[in-house]
């Protein structure tokens, strides 16, 4: 298994985050593709800008695949971009996932909590 290591974003960093999550958000409702809005974000750091998206479309996958019961062919249609974009973020998100939860048992083992 291996590590994740999230990034701490500095407060300049939180506040590039929350304000390009709205712009893909609004950008979205508004119609465009996962690619057109990406391209709306004016980020110099490519490393954040592609921490945010790939953030972003984690999100989507869970607002729209677990809580709107839309399939990730469907997913992938409303965000414009292939099934195999879709899958393979979905992947990633759900490996996240395990490897976080399986990191908070541990913690909770060793102060006896398990």
Same mark, same amino acid.
């Given at each position: 298994?291996?590590?994740?290591?999230?990034?701490?974003?500095?407060?300049?960093?939180?506040?590039?985050?929350?304000?390009?999550?709205? #712009?893909?958000?609004?950008?979205?409702?508004? +119609? %465009?593709?996962?690619? /057109?809005?990406?391209? =709306? @974000?004016? !980020?110099?750091? $490519?490393?954040?800008?592609?921490?945010?998206?790939?953030?972003?479309?984690?999100?989507? #996958?869970?607002?729209?695949?677990?809580?709107? +019961? %839309?399939?990730?062919? /469907?997913?992938?249609? =409303? @965000?414009? !971009?292939?099934? $195999?974009?879709?899958?393979?973020?979905?992947?990633?998100?759900?490996?996240?996932?395990? #490897?976080?939860?399986?990191?908070?048992?541990?913690?909770?083992?060793?102060?006896?909590?398990?």
């Amino acid at each position: 298994m291996e590590d994740i290591k999230y990034k701490e974003y500095t407060k300049e960093e939180s506040r590039i985050y929350d304000q390009a999550m709205e #712009i893909l958000k609004k950008s979205m409702d508004q +119609g %465009l593709s996962f690619d /057109d809005a990406v391209l =709306r @974000l004016d !980020i110099a750091d $490519e490393e954040l800008k592609r921490l945010i998206c790939d953030d972003f479309m984690k999100i989507f #996958i869970v607002q729209f695949h677990y809580e709107k +019961g %839309l399939g990730l062919k /469907d997913v992938a249609k =409303r @965000l414009g !971009i292939t099934h $195999e974009r879709v899958t393979e973020a979905h992947k990633a998100m759900l490996q996240d996932v395990q #490897i976080t939860s399986i990191a908070e048992y541990h913690k909770g083992i060793s102060k006896g909590q398990a």
